[in-house]
């Protein structure tokens, strides 16, 4: 145990170095302050939005333009004069657009002939933010459209618009196992992937930081033959590739868990805050209804299975690493274990699993990772037994993996490998 | 029957089909030095390293201290200590954590601190053990490495081209103190391609060329067998 300890201590103290910790704090601030950055933007295009408002006709219906985009949540600011200095004017105010009322627009109205307002959107970045800004003008005139529409309606019937506009109402029921909820289908769908996006995340992150390190570890040992001094060390060779996969795990974990927190902040920027209010009482009695909510125990699984994918990368990692000649050529023998994981991790992200053809399910299945990316799902669907059989499944493969990794180890192989695709002595 | 430090029988060592060792046999005596010289790729490395339990023979035997180095590996492992040709150290331990870190894995606990202190001293580095390796010269590394192996004590010690790419002030230093462990006792097995060094350290000398010892004695015998200068003269006549 205690030169297990000592091995292991003299791993971490070589993962850990200034050259690896420097460049991941600076990551995790960068994301940080774009985070902070593309926050700070979104919140202010969800504040109020200024529109420029050009009134050529000056009539009641004019005036309850102004009025409906007031009560639409936006602040019109009135122009006049030409409309090409208006358009200067907006131009160098940074007004993302501007709104002309045409003269004559009262008398098509109310004549039901066809109107139009002229829209000018003054596109300055074609960025996220930029297009929220776009989507500006089209969500006024949406405001003013279902205004007139409304008041029309009441007008003439006296009875609630909507009874007209939208005759037939739409009741949602979102079932999910035996559970089921009166919510819609788009809130659940949203709450579920502001749970999970971040486990697909993180596994695929600790998976490849942790094997690239393993097989790094094992290539620059081999490379600076400081390997073959611990081979013959009066030490047990299962204790080298036990402490070498514990170290890169410690260290792998330590790095996923500074990247996303960082990563958090910077979705939390994108998408405005928190994606999902979680205290909206509608989606909290839908989680409840359909037990969206992962309890401990189910916490317990999911942090098993990931756990057990993260095993078994490192052990792959172990051997493949056993066969790169030098740290250069780490990249090209690992390839192999980065495909493994991304194939499951896009396939589990983008498609549907189930409705996957049998054959390409069964080979995805084979992949030992494939499991911890399905097994939130399935445990918000209840398929305990894939659950339990995915950690199972990867935990056999762990073993070979590393029998086969003790066995490099143990023999000459672990030298010979590189005779064998390396220049001979 | 003789106690020897190291008994080589017949040692042959294969890579898929390529023979690098083929049928090696000599022996070292407790505080002698054996010298292993020959030309690059005659097979001193990985006739080396068969001996230090890095790598499995294909056929023959090898004792340590009569001790089966392929059966009772463990044994021999807690005995000898081996010093790979050109091999690093890890870069972002210091020079001392370094020290600190093997007299761990090789000697009881009981042992580690004056462990640790011999091999400062023998590295002799001054204040700059305390530095990061990677700071470290070459031939600073070298004799950090060659104050590791022989810091533990070890009854048979396998240094594979100890002077390898070392400046003459640094050579010196080092063959002076492989001179010294020898004198106290410990069995040294050496290997170079530089065969004047060879001559000035060792006791007994064995010539491998293509993989066979085609000549073992003294230099002293070696040369006079051969009427030549020097060992390089010597392994240029039988090669001829």
Request: hydrophobic content about 50%; glycine content about 6%; proline content about 4%.
């Amino acid at each position: 145990m205690n030169k297990f300890l000592t091995l292991l201590k003299k791993e971490i103290r070589e993962l850990l170095t200034p050259a690896m910790v420097i460049p991941l704090v600076i990551t995790m601030v960068i994301f940080m302050a774009i985070g902070n950055l593309v926050g700070n933007e979104t919140e202010k295009n969800l504040e109020s939005q200024t529109i420029w408002v050009v009134d050529n006709d000056q009539t009641t219906a004019s005036t309850s333009v102004i009025e409906f985009l007031r009560a639409a949540n936006y602040l019109p600011e009135m122009k006049s004069g030409d409309i090409n200095n208006v358009i200067d004017d907006a131009k160098q105010a940074k007004q993302a657009g501007l709104i002309l009322i045409p003269d004559g627009f009262e008398k098509n109205l109310n004549e039901m002939n066809p109107v139009s307002i002229d829209c000018y959107t003054i596109l300055k970045s074609f960025s996220m933010t930029g297009s929220m800004k776009a989507a500006t003008m089209q969500a006024a005139i949406d405001a003013i459209n279902t205004a007139f529409s409304d008041a029309t309606i009441t007008n003439k019937y006296q009875i609630d618009p909507a009874k007209i506009k939208t005759p037939v109402a739409r009741q949602d029921h979102v079932i999910i196992g035996d559970k089921e909820s009166l919510s819609d289908p788009q809130t659940v769908m949203s709450f579920i992937t502001s749970q999970t996006t971040f486990i697909p995340i993180i596994l695929f992150l600790v998976i490849i930081m942790a094997a690239q390190m393993l097989a790094v570890a094992v290539a620059s040992e081999k490379e600076n033959k400081t390997l073959e001094i611990l081979l013959s060390a009066p030490v047990d060779r299962r204790l080298i590739v036990m402490a070498k996969m514990v170290g890169a795990g410690i260290v792998a974990f330590l790095m996923a868990a500074v990247y996303m927190f960082g990563f958090r902040y910077y979705m939390n920027g994108l998408s405005g805050g928190e994606a999902l209010s979680n205290s909206s009482p509608a989606i909290q009695q839908a989680i409840t209804d359909l037990g969206l909510k992962l309890t401990v125990p189910q916490y317990a699984l999911l942090g098993l299975s990931l756990f057990a994918g993260i095993l078994c990368a490192l052990a792959i990692a172990m051997i493949l690493g056993s066969f790169a000649d030098s740290e250069k050529n780490v990249q090209a023998v690992i390839t192999p274990l980065m495909v493994l994981v991304m194939v499951p991790y896009f396939l589990v992200l983008f498609l549907d699993f189930n409705s996957l053809a049998p054959i390409i399910r069964y080979i995805v299945m084979a992949i030992p990772f494939a499991h911890p990316f399905m097994a939130a799902p399935n445990l918000f669907l209840g398929n305990y037994a894939m659950v339990w059989g995915g950690i199972v499944y990867q935990f056999i493969v762990f073993m070979i993996f590393v029998f086969i990794a003790a066995k490099l180890f143990t023999t000459d192989k672990i030298m010979t490998i590189r005779l064998k695709i390396g220049k001979k002595k | 029957m003789k106690n020897y430090a190291l008994k080589v029988v017949n040692l042959r060592k294969k890579y898929g089909r390529f023979e690098a060792v083929r049928g090696v046999s000599f022996n070292v005596e407790p505080g002698e030095i054996f010298g292993l010289i020959g030309p690059n790729g005659a097979g001193k490395s990985t006739a080396l390293k068969c001996i230090a339990t890095i790598l499995s023979p294909s056929d023959g035997k090898i004792e340590v201290f009569g001790k089966d180095a392929t059966k009772d590996a463990n044994s021999v492992r807690s005995m000898i200590s081996y010093l790979p040709e050109e091999a690093g150290a890890y870069k972002n331990l210091t020079g001392i954590h370094y020290l600190q870190f093997m007299a761990e894995l090789f000697v009881a606990k009981n042992e580690i601190k004056a462990c640790v202190e011999r091999g400062e001293k023998i590295a002799d580095l001054g204040s700059k053990i305390k530095n990061k390796i990677n700071t470290y010269s070459k031939g600073m590394t070298r004799k950090l490495l060659l104050a590791r192996t022989v810091m533990i004590k070890p009854k048979l010690a396998i240094l594979d081209e100890p002077t390898s790419g070392l400046d003459v002030i640094n050579a010196l230093s080092i063959r002076k103190t492989v001179r010294e462990l020898a004198k106290n006792g410990m069995a040294v097995l050496l290997s170079s391609h530089n065969m004047l060094e060879i001559e000035y350290l060792s006791d007994k000398v064995g010539i491998l060329h293509n993989g066979r010892i085609i000549e073992t004695g003294t230099a002293n015998e070696l040369k006079n067998k051969h009427r030549a200068k020097n060992l390089e003269e010597v392994f240029a006549k039988i090669t001829e």
